[in-house]
């Protein structure tokens, strides 16, 4: 089992910047492949950004990439989503989740059907 929550949102004006943390606890969290989500009201849930468990792989939607860097510390078992640039379009409620499916890769996915276990998640709201 493991437990995941998420801090770090809140309101930013356009060209502004948030740092997303997720905090995992429970069993063997470096084992995890983190996953980065968002679900803006009426669409579908997207998955942003990925990091594999050593963090030698990582992946990024197209839209976000060049604006958003994943990172992870394992000793502190908590994954980083910087924004830097944030656009409207960004708005969202941001979610992470675990899986250990790529564990032996060392590998992460951007599909949200590939995750085990999911966070509550924080709301980012980008606006003047």
């Known amino acids: 089992q493991l437990q995941l929550v998420e801090s770090g949102g809140g309101l930013v004006q356009p060209g502004g910047s948030l740092t997303l943390s997720c905090a995992a606890s429970?069993?063997?969290?470096?084992?995890?492949?983190i996953g980065w989500f968002r679900q803006a009201p009426g669409r579908e849930r997207e998955g942003v950004s990925c990091?594999?468990?050593?963090?030698?792989?990582?992946n990024y939607v197209d839209s976000v990439k060049g604006r958003f860097t994943i990172s992870r510390d394992n000793a502190k078992n908590t994954v980083y989503l910087q924004m830097n640039s944030l656009k409207p379009e960004d708005i969202a409620v941001y979610y992470c989740?675990?899986?250990?499916?790529?564990?032996?890769?060392?590998?992460?996915?951007?599909?949200?059907?590939?995750?085990?276990?999911w966070g509550q998640g924080t709301q980012v709201t980008v606006s003047s």
């Open positions: 990091i594999s468990t050593s963090d030698a792989s990582t």
């Open positions: 989740a675990a899986t250990r499916g790529f564990l032996m890769s060392d590998l992460c996915v951007l599909q949200p059907m590939e995750y085990d276990y």
């Open positions: 429970g069993s063997a969290p470096d084992y995890y492949s």
